[in-house]
């Protein structure tokens, strides 16, 4: 019973390197998200999927890029990597439930930690 | 836009003491409120939620009530234990915004010592 999993747990990268940060789900999740994390701010929605082959971009999508190929996983690529993308990321995901998808709770994974020096 | 805010933390408490932690929200439409938990080291999970005003949620002892007239999901506890120590994020989920996304507030850290 997985549920969502991301990889790695931790990195510590460059400046300008580039890295993808994994998340695959075992429930046959339609709706698949990225957030990010900061100290005293919440998280903040970065991209988001509501199935197979769509994705958008949500509240802080620069300098990231995601695909969603399959049901099960959707990736977060950073291209250049900047000492401001230093956060922890989650990926959550959830079903909608007929008629209102609002009532779902969105589950999530333990998180990448990202520092970028 | 529609956000949610909560007090700031941390929330220090002796075990046994009670729990208040506010948290209001502005969002158009009907918004499905949550409450999340987030352990150290690990992700957030889901701890109660509700759905339409003047729902109760409820789970492990921590209850929230929906209160469309004052905006609020304040969450509760009668007798905390160490174990509560955590991040508290309250949370709205809208159908036709973004996804579906949940938009949080900023997180209320609670220590509570033996």
């Known amino acids: 019973n997985a549920g969502v999993t991301q990889t790695p747990k931790f990195r510590i990268l460059k400046i300008g390197q580039s890295m993808t940060l994994q998340c695959t789900q075992d429930?046959?999740?339609?709706?698949m998200y990225w957030y990010r994390q900061d100290p005293g701010m919440g998280l903040k929605l970065i991209y988001y999927?509501?199935?197979?082959?769509?994705?958008d971009k949500g509240e802080v999508p620069n300098g990231y890029n995601v695909s969603r190929s399959t049901t099960e996983d959707f990736p977060l690529r950073l291209e250049l990597a900047a000492p401001s993308q230093t956060s922890v990321y989650f990926c959550?995901?959830?079903?909608?439930?007929?008629?209102?998808?609002?009532?779902?709770?969105?589950?999530f994974g333990n998180g990448t930690r990202l520092t970028v020096t | 836009g529609d956000s949610v805010t909560q007090m700031e933390g941390p929330v220090t408490l002796s075990e046994e003491a009670f729990l208040t932690i506010n948290c209001t929200y502005t969002?158009?439409?009907?918004?499905?409120l949550f409450w999340y938990v987030q352990y150290p080291g690990e992700g957030l999970q889901l701890l109660l939620k509700?759905?339409?005003?003047?729902d109760k949620g409820s789970n492990k002892g921590f209850e929230a009530t929906y209160r469309k007239e004052t905006t609020s999901f304040h969450l509760e506890k009668g007798s905390v234990q160490v174990s509560d120590s955590a991040v508290y994020f309250c949370?709205?989920?809208?159908?036709?915004?973004?996804?579906?996304?949940?938009?949080f507030g900023q997180g209320t850290e609670l220590s509570v010592k033996p």
């Open positions: 999927s509501v199935g197979a082959g769509i994705t």
């Open positions: 429930m046959n999740h339609n709706y």
């Open positions: 509700a759905t339409k005003a003047d």
């Open positions: 949370a709205l989920r809208k159908t036709y915004n973004q996804g579906g996304k949940l938009i």
């Open positions: 959550a995901s959830s079903s909608p439930v007929a008629g209102s998808s609002n009532n779902s709770p969105l589950h």
């Open positions: 969002a158009t439409g009907y918004p499905s």
